[in-house]
């Protein structure tokens, strides 16, 4: 099906080329890259995602990921392979005319840090990368519980309240990996956050947060609009 | 011996039907295979001739072989269509799973639509490993235990977290369609501009 008249008014998006100098990711075959150091750096221990162990499971990605007209480059997953970057304050230089700036990122728990770029403060909160993105009530019983059991003998000891957060999934996988094992239903998410560059501006400072980890940036205004009001409203608890 | 003689009794057919390999007692939950002692009796009941004969066969094999005039008398069962040793009774169990659910449903269509109209108008991305992404969490979550209320307390955190990644993603493709549509519209009026869409198409 044809529509006369559609055409194109997304406008591509570049990838930047990021200097990567922390590595959070590992395949299988050897979880503790990005933990061991058997590969002495000079910038020192700049490995995993929480500075415990923690790396994204490299056999999930791939080359790219695609977020609506967005792509991101992911860098090498190779043992020893540096592949984000820690913010530690630096600036990033953007292409000439940068209007819009994606970033695909995570940090080791939900985190509010404040980018800078030009005069202007860009304040975002970037999303714990493992953990769960939300849950309903959920009843924690009196002493021990086998995992696979209901806990009809146990006393209630509290009710966790529910909750969501909401930052935007851009990748997720179901476990991630800790230097020994699968950490199973650990869930691991990378988030993708849009920033607007004031005119003029040619680069951007990053946040002084070292766990904050920019894992890709993008430029190029993707055509999307606004953000939309979050269905998720009625969730939302006091 | 006792269900065929009442099955004759209802029916007038002295015919029954067993599933091999399946049921938690046959480990169906850790891949459904058939146990060797559950075979040996199979072949056992095929090689003698007891007062039951034994097929072996595929699931539709029984009832393909009833003819039109045995199938006029069968009887007919005017009611609920229950398995009354499972999931009986919880419509309201783990309501919120139901709830993301049927939440994630709407989305997904209304994402759908969306999605295919920006592409159709805008030339937009079409989303499909986001969307199938998503499809596949929320198909996911309506595992037989999981949609019905019965698994362990502990699946739930799981099903949840699946169902709100699920409505992430749905949402953000939604977003992201209506964002790019909306481009396509001449704003340039006195006043504010409201946009509003429409996803019921009423």
């Given amino acids: 099906m044809k529509f006369t008249g559609a055409k194109s008014l997304i406008a591509s998006t570049q990838p930047l080329t990021l200097k990567y100098d922390t590595d959070i990711f590992s395949y299988n075959s050897y979880r503790e890259d990005g933990y061991d150091d058997r590969n002495p750096r000079n910038e020192g221990h700049c490995g995993t995602m929480d500075g415990k162990g923690g790396t994204y499971p490299a056999e999930m990605i791939g080359d790219t990921v695609r977020m609506g007209n967005v792509t991101f480059a992911i860098g090498s997953r190779k043992v020893s392979d540096y592949n984000a970057v820690a913010c530690l304050g630096q600036n990033v230089d953007l292409p000439k005319g940068t209007k819009v700036l994606h970033l695909l990122a995570a940090a080791d728990e939900d985190m509010d840090v404040v980018f800078k770029s030009g005069n202007k403060e860009l304040p975002l909160s970037i999303g714990g990368w493992t953990g769960y993105m939300g849950s309903w009530d959920n009843r924690e019983f009196e002493g021990f519980v086998a995992e696979l059991s209901y806990s009809l003998r146990n006393k209630l000891k509290t009710i966790h309240p529910a909750y969501i957060r909401n930052q935007r999934i851009a990748w997720s996988t179901s476990h991630h990996h800790l230097p020994t094992e699968d950490a199973l239903y650990q869930y691991s998410y990378l988030f993708a956050y849009r920033l607007e560059i004031p005119e003029g501006a040619t680069r951007i400072t990053l946040p002084n947060s070292r766990f904050v980890r920019i894992v890709a940036m993008t430029v190029g205004d993707e055509g999307n609009a606004k953000a939309l009001k979050s269905p998720f409203e009625d969730l939302k608890r006091d | ?202």
Wanted: hydrophobic share 40%; aromatic share 6%; proline share 3%.
């Fill in chain 2, 1 to 202: 011996m006792e269900r065929l003689k009442a099955n004759e009794q209802k029916s007038g057919l002295p015919i029954d039907y067993y599933y091999l390999g399946g049921g938690d007692k046959n480990n169906a939950d850790r891949g459904g295979q058939i146990q060797k002692v559950n075979l040996e009796t199979l072949e056992k009941s095929l090689a003698t001739s007891g007062p039951i004969k034994v097929i072996s066969g595929q699931a539709d094999l029984m009832f393909r072989a009833i003819t039109d005039k045995q199938a006029a008398k069968l009887p007919t069962w005017n009611s609920e269509l229950q398995l009354i040793e499972h999931s009986t009774g919880v419509l309201s169990s783990q309501a919120y799973t139901k709830k993301l659910n049927r939440d994630a449903e709407l989305l997904a269509d209304a994402s759908e639509r969306a999605a295919v109209s920006a592409l159709l108008l805008t030339g937009a991305t079409y989303p499909q490993q986001t969307l199938n992404n998503a499809w596949g969490l929320m198909l996911r979550n309506q595992f037989h235990d999981n949609l019905p209320g019965t698994s362990i307390p502990k699946v739930y955190e799981h099903s949840w977290n699946d169902g709100i990644i699920a409505l992430n993603q749905f949402a953000g493709v939604y977003k992201d369609a209506i964002g790019a549509l909306v481009q396509t519209l001449n704003t340039d009026v006195t006043g504010v501009p409201i946009v509003v869409y429409n996803l019921l198409s009423i």
